[in-house]
């Protein structure tokens, strides 16, 4: 496997952490909702959540109770950084600079993985599985998606509107 081969967007398929006593436990439910995004750059990106998660009752994306802010940080999951492949080992190394768990900022998660036609299979051996996992491994499966009819996107077609540059004087 080589960095061209991830390249791209992958939907999350399942999410299941397995302890070393053999015991599974899926972190977000059993049907998680999220992305991983492999850039040409060589950045990467993971967003993964549980489904039906309930809206805040405040229209303020940084306001919500303490309990309702508590219940979406723990049903949520987002890191990004750069990432390399070791495509001898099938390994490839997520550099984490950005992570919605702070723990894991300027750490490297280390992922073994495996491609099958538009499936990819993610394990990892962890001492801190979040989720509700303790010591054991998580083993991730995704797969590239496909636009319904109608869900098509042209870059032509999409205009960004911004304002003009500001001078700034110094």
């Not at 899926?26 to 492999?38: A, C, S, T, W």
């Not at 723990?74 to 390399?84: A, H, I, M, Q, R």
Request: hydrophobic fraction near 35%; charged fraction near 20%; include cysteine.
């Amino acid at each position: 496997m080589k960095a061209e081969d991830l390249v791209g967007t992958w939907r999350l398929r399942s999410w299941k952490n397995v302890a070393s006593d053999g015991s599974a436990v899926d972190p977000l439910g059993e049907q998680p909702v999220g992305y991983i995004f492999y850039n040409h750059d060589g950045y990467m990106s993971v967003e993964i959540m549980a489904a039906h998660r309930a809206p805040y009752h405040d229209p303020d994306a940084f306001g919500g109770t303490p309990e309702e802010r508590s219940e979406a940080i723990s049903t949520y999951l987002s890191y990004s950084g750069p990432f390399e492949v070791l495509a001898d080992q099938d390994t490839v190394i997520h550099h984490i600079e950005v992570c919605s768990y702070p723990n894991w900022i300027g750490n490297a998660q280390v992922r073994f993985a495996k491609l099958s036609g538009d499936l990819l299979i993610s394990q990892h051996q962890a001492d801190d599985l979040p989720g509700r996992g303790a010591q054991g491994r998580a083993r991730v499966g995704a797969r590239r998606p496909r636009l319904t009819t109608g869900a098509r996107f042209s870059f032509a077609a999409a205009r960004v509107m911004s304002p003009a540059p500001r001078r700034i004087r110094g």
